[in-house]
């Protein structure tokens, strides 16, 4: 029995046992038929009562037999309906039935734990699955509320249903909601601590939510990687911008000297208008007997460095090196002339073997490597790559470009030949041509045509142990020719020619001693201490005069190298007079001698090791000189006039 008025909660007040009988019967009646007046289903219920009579009379005759089921449809909407409508209703009935239905709010109570300040406020979703319909208070798991359920399907506590069937005075009824027949016992016990019912609706839009829940959670990774990725190109590029500011800088520099140098030019050249030009009887310029001085400039520690040189158009050197360790790996390394001078490696096929001789083309990005593996390469200084291999029938020692031409390159081979290829055909060379003789030809150097303009014959010059040839390809006179007063000099080890002022000058050490019959023009350098081991060979200087004329126009000794074959190079700087750079194998410095005179002209710092290679470059303002030994490489800028 419950103490106080709750909503659609019947509550008995105790009378004697005649009174609750009738009070059962009597204003139940009452109460059900103001539900359904309320509901305007008062019609509706004056039918379904008929039909309970009816049915009371077949049961009273011994007739158990049931009403057909009620199909899902509106009546069964309306009967939820009016169940609804009923549960928002407080009943209270007190003593003989004469009270009136009130409506009153209910006290607060604890629902699935929070407390509920008016029950009478719920709406049917807040009460569905939590409480039983009939007292609107929460069923048990066990006792005499325990969860049931009738035939239909809906749920009630046990208690509420038997008295609602007692009330209608038997064991059996309809249920409250869908006013199905059923008996007693049909009802069922359900053994369940607590039930919810969901609702579908909310299920899938948790299920909506949960799903873009999901899907901001992937953009926001997707973000985050992005944002990571936009920070590190933030760095790299700061890092570009500062190196570019560095090169900016630099150039700036550059401008600056080069504008002051044009400006010391043009006055130079207005105080010496008027003035004449002599010409010795050799073909130098007089006003050219001005020396050219350099100065240090930049100091590259360089591992296994062999031969090197200058890419004028990319402002970079390109050095052969062989790396330390067991395996020996040969590279080219692109190194930048510019701060903060960054270095690159390339390494080469293990079939091109050890670097002979390495060349730039003055034309474009592209570096030609003679190598002992029988390989002559071409390889993109701008894409590390490798253009063509040349299969040669010898190992190649050395290599050139033409400079008249951009297709055309030589190489000089071991066994004494040199063969012309053109860089359209890359299946065999153009032409080849045996030497006057077995021995390797360590030199090679494209001459000039502007002694020989318009013949249509490319001329290349070689050094090999026997002394100077000259190789005319695609003219007349084919077949190589040597140089006079070379082939008595001793062994030529060097080689080194200026196509601006047609000065050659040959390097040579001596067979077993040097020759009284050589004229020397300059005494024996006699070094200050002995830091290497050489030997005491000379430098012969020779002007081309014509296609095919060589003449000599001075000598000197030198501490040349009695083992390597070391590079050499013609200082040819406007408006000075050419120098003659090359390494003292004793001293181990490089010594700078002016021609024709071969006189000592400055030496530049000490190495430590023997001097290998040798370049000058006039193209980068104000003239590049490089020294390159074991494991220094070494640059000289000249001093402005």
Not at 310 to 329: E, Q
Not at 396 to 414: I, K, R, T, V
Not at 504 to 518: C, G, L, M, T
Request: include cysteine; proline fraction near 5%.
């Amino acid at each position: 029995m419950m103490a106080g008025p709750d909503p659609t909660h019947v509550h008995f007040v105790q009378r004697g046992p005649d009174d609750v009988r009738f009070l059962e019967e009597v204003e139940l009646l009452d109460q059900v038929q103001q539900y359904l007046a309320a509901d305007g289903f008062e019609e509706e219920y004056e039918e379904e009562e008929e039909e309970e009579d009816e049915e009371e009379e077949e049961e009273d005759e011994g007739d158990d037999e049931q009403d057909e089921d009620y199909a899902p449809g509106g009546e069964e909407e309306g009967s939820r309906n009016r169940h609804s409508t009923s549960s928002a209703q407080t009943t209270t009935i007190v003593n003989a039935g004469k009270e009136t239905i009130e409506d009153k709010p209910s006290s607060s109570q604890n629902v699935g734990g929070k407390e509920v300040g008016n029950m009478g406020e719920l709406n049917r979703g807040e009460v569905d699955g939590l409480f039983c319909p009939i007292c609107i208070e929460a069923w048990t798991n066990d006792g005499d509320h325990q969860i049931c359920c009738l035939p239909c399907g809906h749920i009630y506590g046990m208690s509420c249903i038997k008295k609602w069937f007692q009330q209608c005075g038997r064991n059996s009824g309809k249920c409250p909601q869908c006013n199905r027949r059923c008996m007693l016992k049909d009802v069922r016990k359900l053994y369940a601590s607590r039930l919810v019912v969901a609702d579908e609706g909310l299920q899938k839009k948790v299920q909506t939510l949960e799903a873009r829940c999901a899907s901001l959670e992937k953009k926001d990774a997707e973000w985050s990687k992005k944002e990571a990725e936009w920070c590190a190109r933030e760095l790299h590029l700061n890092q570009e911008v500062i190196h570019l500011t560095e090169v900016n800088d630099c150039l700036h520099r550059n401008l600056d000297d080069m504008e002051s140098r044009l400006s010391q030019l043009s006055t130079a050249s207005r105080s010496y208008q008027g003035r004449p030009v002599s010409v010795d009887n050799h073909g130098l310029n007089v006003g050219r007997q001005r020396s050219c001085r350099f100065m240090f400039q930049k100091e590259f520690p360089l591992e296994g460095g062999r031969f090197f040189d200058i890419d004028t158009s990319s402002n970079c050197l390109i050095i052969a090196r062989r790396l330390s360790g067991m395996s020996g790996r040969h590279v080219l390394t692109r190194m930048s002339l510019i701060p903060p001078y960054e270095s690159e490696d390339m390494p080469l096929p293990s079939c091109v073997k050890a670097v002979r001789d390495l060349c730039v083309s003055p034309y474009n990005r592209l570096a030609l490597v003679a190598s002992l593996g029988k390989k002559l390469s071409v390889l993109s200084t701008e894409s590390n790559t490798m253009i063509h291999k040349y299969d040669l029938p010898a190992a190649a020692w050395s290599c050139s470009w033409d400079p008249s031409s951009s297709y055309n390159l030589y190489a000089g081979l071991q066994n004494g030949m040199v063969l012309m290829f053109d860089t359209r055909q890359t299946a065999r060379p153009v032409e080849s041509m045996f030497g006057l003789s077995s021995n390797l030809v360590h030199s090679i150097c494209p001459l000039s045509n502007n002694l020989t303009p318009h013949t249509g014959t490319s001329t290349v010059l070689t050094a090999s142990s026997v002394g100077l040839c000259q190789w005319n390809f695609g003219g007349v006179q084919e077949g190589p020719f040597l140089v006079p007063e070379t082939q008595n000099a001793g062994v030529c080890i060097s080689l080194a020619y200026s196509p601006k002022t047609e000065d050659v000058v040959a390097s040579f050490r001596p067979k077993v001693e040097i020759s009284n019959d050589i004229p020397l023009s300059q005494p024996l350098l006699t070094p200050s201490s002995v830091m290497g081991h050489g030997v005491h060979g000379s430098h012969v200087h020779f002007k081309r005069l014509n296609s095919n004329f060589y003449e000599k126009v001075g000598c000197s000794s030198a501490n040349v190298d009695d083992i390597r074959l070391p590079k050499s190079a013609i200082v040819d700087k406007n408006d000075f007079a050419p120098l003659f750079a090359c390494g003292d194998e004793v001293t181990q410095e490089l010594v700078l001698q002016g021609l024709p005179s071969l006189k000592v002209n400055q030496r530049l710092k000490s190495h430590r090791c023997p001097i290998r290679d040798v370049k000058f470059t006039d193209s980068l303002y104000p003239g590049l000189l490089g020294c390159l030994s074991e494991g220094l490489l070494q640059i000289f800028s000249a001093t402005p006039p």
